[in-house]
């Protein structure tokens, strides 16, 4: 950090860069390697982000690559909405295969917004009804449809409105609602059963991220996701699964609602799906995705480099049993740091390696992800004073002692 060649490429992008994104650290990414990430000066991190639950077959990873390489020598884009192609049919077969029984059909598109605009488009279209309720600390994406439904930030709705049909109802966020999990699950049902009575004879569908992401890992209790499956059953309303981050093995299923025994209409998939290559799905039953031809399409859903490293990432992933292993070392951290004494920490949560570490301020949380930034491990924040540990889903014991290290000791100064 600090040294030239970072300090100019900073530099150049603060003239050319649009303001609106938003960097936490000050790292430049120079190439990644497995759990490692070096920046543009030869520092080595260690990647407890995944570059955001993203890298989670590793950084560059081998098989990966050599399928993109493979392909890269057939063809790279086929118009998938105008023409039909093998490998993107692949990669949906191979998707299907991961997925719970019962859901059939796949659209495919490049971020994890636009899966969220095609779930809620589905449900819409399907149901032909026109509310939607959400969260209040959603994340489901940045575009109008998406950012309509997202409700973790202000700053992320500021000037935005009007926004589309969309209720926000709490999330059981037991912590910050300072309730017991079993009381807030049941005061939030209760809250959800009010707007579905209000809206129910035009409500589409409930939209939820299994496990909330970008407002600080906020863990829900069964009993609370087992709740809202009942009352979309007994309201005729579509439940939507967003697994953009919590899916692809990170909790240790596939679809992080399979911890809690759920099973969902319509699921969305996006960042790790195709080891680092932009991609979005989004799943359903065969008889939910019923649209007829024109209602929905793009141009690049369905790229032939993308579906051909989605196929190799799954195959790894499957392979190489990373959900056990999210599942062994995710426990392992989440031990360890709740044997940590210190009075900084006030909460440790999380399934598998989507860990967040509740802090008893924001202060205390940003100078603890900076302190760990110069020590080399790179931590994300979320919510209001959560850090949050999603690292490459290949991580082992012994890196994960290394990450523990450098936060222990940085939280003998917080
Ligand atoms: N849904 C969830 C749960 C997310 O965490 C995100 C991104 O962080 C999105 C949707 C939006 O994905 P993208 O940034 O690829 O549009």
Redesign the pocket.
């Known amino acids: 950090m600090g040294t030239k060649r970072s300090d100019s490429i900073r530099a150049r992008d603060a003239k050319v860069v649009s303001p609106s994104l938003t960097r936490e650290l000050p790292v430049v990414f120079e190439r990644g390697s497995g759990c490692d990430v070096w920046d543009a000066d030869g520092k080595r991190y260690l990647d407890f982000t995944a570059c955001?639950a993203v890298a989670s077959v590793g950084h560059s990873n081998k098989e990966v690559r050599k399928a993109i390489t493979r392909q890269l020598q057939k063809g790279i884009h086929c118009a998938f909405s105008d023409f039909y192609a093998d490998v993107p049919v692949s990669f949906c077969e191979k998707l299907l295969e991961q997925m719970p029984k019962g859901f059939g059909k796949v659209f495919l598109s490049n971020?994890?917004?636009?899966s969220?605009e095609a779930a809620y488009k589905l449900a819409r279209w399907h149901t032909n009804k026109t509310w939607v309720i959400a969260f209040e600390g959603a994340?489901?994406?940045?575009t109008m449809g998406?950012l309509s439904m997202t409700k973790s930030k202000p700053v992320q709705r500021d000037r935005y409105s009007p926004f589309l049909p969309v209720v926000h109802t709490p999330f059981p966020y037991a912590y910050k609602m300072r309730m017991e999990p079993e009381e807030c699950s049941q005061y939030c049902l209760s809250k959800l059963e009010d707007k579905m009575r209000a809206l129910r004879n035009d409500l589409a569908a409930v939209f939820m991220?299994p496990v909330q992401?970008?407002s600080g890992y906020v863990v829900p209790p069964t009993s609370f996701v087992k709740g809202v499956r009942r009352l979309c059953d007994e309201y005729h309303a579509l439940l939507g699964m967003?697994d953009?981050?919590?899916g692809c093995w990170r909790t240790g299923k596939f679809l992080a609602e399979e911890n809690f025994k759920v099973n969902a209409d319509v699921v969305w998939l996006?960042?790790a799906l195709a080891g680092g290559m932009p991609i979005g799905a989004t799943v359903a039953r065969n008889e939910i995705m019923d649209w007829p031809p024109g209602s929905h399409a793009n141009t690049f859903g369905g790229n032939l480099l993308s579906c051909a490293a989605g196929i190799a990432a799954l195959d790894f992933m499957e392979k190489k049993r990373l959900g056990d292993n999210a599942q062994k070392v995710g426990s392992y951290i989440m031990k360890m740091l709740s044997e940590i004494d210190s009075d900084a920490i006030c909460e440790v949560r999380g399934i598998g390696l989507m860990i967040g570490v509740e802090m008893k301020d924001r202060k205390s949380r940003d100078r603890l992800i900076q302190a760990a930034c110069r020590k080399g491990l790179l931590l994300l924040p979320a919510g209001d004073a959560v850090f949050r540990i999603c690292p490459p889903l290949v991580l082992n014991k012994k890196q994960a002692d290394e990450g523990l290290e450098i936060i222990k000791d940085c939280l003998k100064n917080i």
């Open positions: 955001v971020s994890g917004t636009e969220t994340f489901h994406g940045r998406s991220e992401g970008e967003d953009v981050q919590a996006s960042k």
